[in-house]
C-alpha cells in the first residue's frame, strides 16, 4: 500500500440543517459496540508483513502535536523539524523510502504558536492546525473563542480544532450546540474545521453518537475525540460510535466526514488498530489525510523504535539466510 501525501484533497462539509428528528433517532447498542471494540485488537487486517508500510502510513496522518503549558518556539521549532523529516535518514535509507518524502499529515499547537509553525513549515505543503476556543475547557466568553478562531486563521493556521461545550450536550441542548459549531464553521472561512467532542465528559455513547450528528450537520469537516487532557481520551468504542455516525451521515448527505482520534495514542501496535477499524468501519479512503488523522504528541517515537525492530529484523533474517 503506497504512502501519499495528500494534504489538498479535503473534501469541505456543506452542513444541512439541524433535523432534531434525526438526532432523537440516535440510538447506540453499547455491549453490540463493546463486544466489537474488545475484538479489534485481535484482528488480522493488518499483516506482519505489511507492518512497515502501515506505520508509515501512520506516520502521514498524524497530526504531531505540542499542547503543553511550557511550549516554547524552539520546541515548536524542533517539531516542526520532525514533521518535515520524521524519521532518521539511515532508517528513510535502510527502508528504502527515500522518494517518498514522508512528513507528518500536520503540525497541532496553540493559537500562540500558529505563527512560529507557519513559519517552520514554509514550502512544505504541511498544514498547521490550531487548538483555538478556548481549548481545552472551551469555557472563556463565546466571543473571544470566535475571535481566537479567527485570529488563529490569520495567523495563518489551515486547519482549527474547535472544542465544543460539554454542557450543550449534557443538557441535551442540540440547537445551542449546531449554532456554536455553526459560528465556530463561519468564523473558520477558508480553514478546515475539527469538533472536538470531548467525548471522555460526554456521559454516554449515546451522546457521543448524537453530537456527533449535530457538529456534521453544523458544518464539522472532522469530528475529533478528545483534547487529550480530559481523563478519558480516545477510545476504541467512542472511536466505533463516532465513525459508525460518520458512516450514517454520509448515507445520509453523501458527505464524507473525517475522523481524528486523540489523546493517549502512543503507541505504535494501537496506531494500527485504529487504521485497521477505519479500514473496515469506512473503506480505504478514510487511511488518507484529508479523512483521518491521529492526535498525538508521542505516537512518532514509539513507530520509530518499531521500524527500526523492523528494519534490523530483516537483516539480521537476511544474514542468518546468507550463511545457511
Ligand atoms: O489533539 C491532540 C492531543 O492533545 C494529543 O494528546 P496526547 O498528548 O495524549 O498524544
Known amino acids: 500500500m503506497p504512502v501519499t501525501q495528500d494534504h489538498g ?48 502510513r501512520a506516520i502521514s496522518v498524524m497530526d504531531l502535536t505540542t499542547l503543553s503549558g511550557d511550549d516554547t518556539r524552539g520546541r515548536v521549532r524542533r517539531l516542526c523539524a520532525k514533521a518535515r523529516h520524521p524519521l532518521r535518514d539511515d532508517l528513510v535509507e535502510a527502508l528504502g523510502i527515500a522518494d517518498l518524502n514522508l512528513t507528518t499529515g500536520a503540525v497541532c499547537v496553540y493559537h500562540e504558536m500558529v505563527e512560529t509553525a507557519v513559519a517552520a513549515l514554509e514550502g512544505s505543503g504541511i498544514p498547521v492546525a490550531a487548538v483555538s476556543t478556548g481549548f481545552p475547557e472551551a469555557l472563556s466568553p463565546f466571543h473571544l473563542r470566535v475571535k481566537e478562531v479567527e485570529e488563529s486563521v490569520r495567523a495563518g493556521a489551515q486547519e482549527i480544532d474547535i472544542v465544543i461545550s460539554r454542557r450543550h450536550v449534557l443538557t441535551g441542548d442540540w440547537q445551542a450546540l449546531y449554532d456554536e459549531m455553526a459560528t465556530y464553521r463561519e468564523a473558520c472561512g477558508p480553514a478546515h474545521v475539527k469538533a472536538i467532542l470531548a467525548t471522555g465528559q460526554l456521559g454516554s455513547l449515546r451522546n457521543v453518537a448524537r453530537a456527533s450528528h449535530v457538529c456534521m450537520m453544523a458544518g464539522a469537516d472532522f469530528i475529533k475525540t478528545s483534547t487529550g487532557k480530559e481523563p478519558v481520551n480516545a477510545t476504541l468504542p467512542v472511536s466505533l460510535v463516532m465513525v459508525r455516525a460518520i458512516r450514517d451521515y454520509q448515507a445520509m448527505t453523501g458527505q464524507m466526514i473525517g475522523f481524528k482520534p486523540a489523546g493517549g495514542i502512543s503507541k505504535a501496535k494501537d496506531a494500527l488498530v485504529y487504521l485497521s477499524m477505519m479500514k473496515e468501519e469506512l473503506g480505504r479512503d478514510w487511511l488518507e489525510p484529508d479523512l483521518f488523522r491521529f492526535g498525538a504528541s508521542s505516537l512518532l517515537g514509539d513507530i520509530e523504535r518499531q521500524l527500526e525492530h523492523h528494519v534490523t529484523g530483516r537483516y539480521s533474517a537476511a544474514f542468518r539466510h546468507g550463511i545457511s
Do not use: I, Y
Open 9 to 56: 484533497r479535503f473534501p469541505r462539509n456543506p452542513g444541512m440543517p439541524l433535523d432534531l428528528d434525526v438526532v432523537a433517532s440516535v440510538r447506540v447498542n453499547t455491549s453490540a459496540v463493546e463486544r466489537r471494540a474488545a475484538t479489534l485488537g485481535t484482528r488480522r487486517s493488518v499483516k506482519k508483513d505489511h507492518q512497515a508500510a502501515w506505520l508509515l
